[in-house]
């Protein structure tokens, strides 16, 4: 039994940190496991039932509600018992920002939220059943934390700025455009992202190779170094097999219908 999906879009009054809400209900007590496969972008998660396994590559229980920011690796996770999660997916800049939190990741590969200003969001949203009455919730919450509009800083028009070129440009060609240089930048995604400027590109590949394949359903390593931009096969390889911990052949010939799921596709 697969877990219920669904996702929707933001109002356009929070769509300035908030890109996406995904929730998952799981109502069977067989264990399901897969992976998180990494996203270039970073997620609030609620869970308000029994709450997942982190399987690799540390074994933990998630905790009620934390943040997941960029990670550079696949993590394996295991839902146990019956699930419902609320996944709020964030510009992760903005996030850090908002939040005043370094989303460098300690001892775990989560980032803790602070207790006393979410758990009784949390709580809130516990008792609710509605997902349109725990999107409103949260959105209150938001604007109530950021009243005032907006204004992107020098970091958030860098990640902009990668996220829109990162597919068909390299590093150097990119920094030339960003009045900063490499080692500041570098430090600056660390805290407000959790990941250096490379490891974004280099995830945003392997997602472009993922969303793309599916939807040609054909694999062929040629095209996929062509369409990623790598210098050539074993480029492409070494850089797939890093992230997903798979090879392409073996990550595009299995099942990835609860890794969709999992890494909110």
């Keep these: 039994m697969l877990p219920e999906v669904k996702y ?3 109002d356009t009054d ?3 940190l908030v890109t996406q809400f995904e929730f998952i209900n799981y109502r069977s007590n067989k264990e399901l496991t897969d992976k998180f496969f990494p996203r270039e972008d ?3 998660v609620f869970n308000f039932r029994d709450p997942p396994q982190m399987v690799s590559p540390v074994r933990q229980t998630l905790p009620p509600f934390f943040i997941a920011p960029v990670c550079p690796t696949a993590n394996a996770i295991s839902i146990t018992g019956p699930n419902e999660s609320m996944i709020v ?6 996030l850090s920002r908002v939040l ?3 989303l460098t990741p300690g001892n775990t590969i989560y980032v803790p939220l602070p207790e006393d200003l979410f758990h009784p969001l949390w709580a809130e949203m516990k008792s609710q059943e509605k997902h349109e009455t725990r999107i409103k919730t949260f959105s209150a919450f938001i604007k109530d934390l950021w009243p005032r509009k907006y204004i992107p800083d020098e970091t958030d028009r860098s990640y902009d700025l990668i996220l829109g070129k990162g597919i068909n440009s390299h590093l150097h060609t990119i920094l030339s455009e960003i009045a900063v240089c490499e080692r500041t930048l570098q430090r600056r995604f660390r805290s407000r992202l959790g990941a250096t400027p490379k490891t974004l590109i280099r995830i945003m590949r392997i997602n472009y190779l993922w969303e793309t394949t599916v939807r040609g359903g054909k694999i062929d390593h040629q095209d996929l170094v062509f369409l990623g931009h790598y210098f050539d096969q074993t ?6 097999k890093s992230i997903t911990g798979e090879t392409p052949l073996t990550f595009f010939r299995r099942n990835l219908g609860i890794a ?4 909110g596709k």
Aim: glycine share 0%.
């Design 8 to 10: 929707y879009s933001p």
């Design 14 to 16: 929070i769509a300035w």
């Design 260 to 263: 969709r799921i999992f890494s």
């Design 42 to 44: 970073a997620a609030i």
């Design 235 to 240: 480029h492409m390889i070494k850089d797939f």
């Design 89 to 94: 997916i964030c510009k992760p800049t903005v």
């Design 100 to 102: 005043r939190i370094n």
